[in-house]
């Protein structure tokens, strides 16, 4: 027995460059229906992302200090 039924086309793969060029057209599409900010926007939450990043670079060096003088303390630290 078959494994195919007679009169049935084998279905064919596009190739890999046809294929790698219809993926850069369906990105870029997606890419203009992207709502981009706006400078106002951007500046925002670029400040966000720095007083974010500061803060928790303070909290590790407070928490670093802090773990230090304790081992300090108990006589573990140099």
Do not use: H
Not at 5 to 22: H, L, N
């Amino acid at each position: 027995m078959a494994s195919s039924v007679a009169g049935e086309q084998k279905q064919t793969r596009p190739g890999f460059f046809k294929r790698s060029v219809q993926f850069f057209k369906d990105a870029w599409g997606e890419l203009k229906r992207v709502r981009w900010p706006n400078r106002k926007e951007l500046t925002s939450y670029t400040m966000v992302v720095m007083g974010t990043c500061i803060f928790i670079i303070l909290l590790v060096f407070g928490f670093d200090l802090g773990i230090s003088y304790l081992l300090k303390m108990i006589g573990l630290g140099a």
